[in-house]
Nanobody, 120 residues
């Protein structure tokens, strides 16, 4: 039974940083080829892919966060991270981690419950 649990969201001022974590259970990241990704959804908008990482550490980002966000994974802790720097009000939304999909496309099989990020 795969479970993803996000944490680390909060309310910050523009220009500040947050680090999101996603604890994965039900399988070992070190033994899997599943891609991992972060998505976000702002009120009234569709969910969009923010960043993704494969088992070899290759990454992809949506253009609006390149140079500000960094996705990473710690296989020893079975955890996915999203370091978000220089946050902007337009980064506000519910952030979800996802497993077993294809890069920034939304058809992932496993999803967390989300963590709220508010930038003012």
């Amino acid at each position: 039974h795969v479970q993803l649990v996000e944490s680390g969201g909060g309310s910050v001022q523009a220009g500040e940083s947050l680090r999101l974590s996603c604890a994965v259970s039900g399988y070992l990241l070190s033994n899997s080829d599943y891609l991992l990704a972060w998505f976000r959804q702002a009120p009234g908008k569709e969910r969009e892919g923010v960043a993704a990482i494969d088992s070899d550490g290759r990454t992809d980002y949506v253009a609006s966060v390149k140079g500000r966000f960094t996705i990473s994974r710690d296989n020893a802790k079975n955890t996915l991270y999203l370091q978000m720097n220089s946050l902007k009000p337009e980064d506000t939304g519910m952030y979800y981690c996802a497993s077993d999909g294809w890069w920034l496309l939304p058809e992932y099989n496993y999803w967390g419950q989300g963590t709220q990020v508010t930038v003012s």
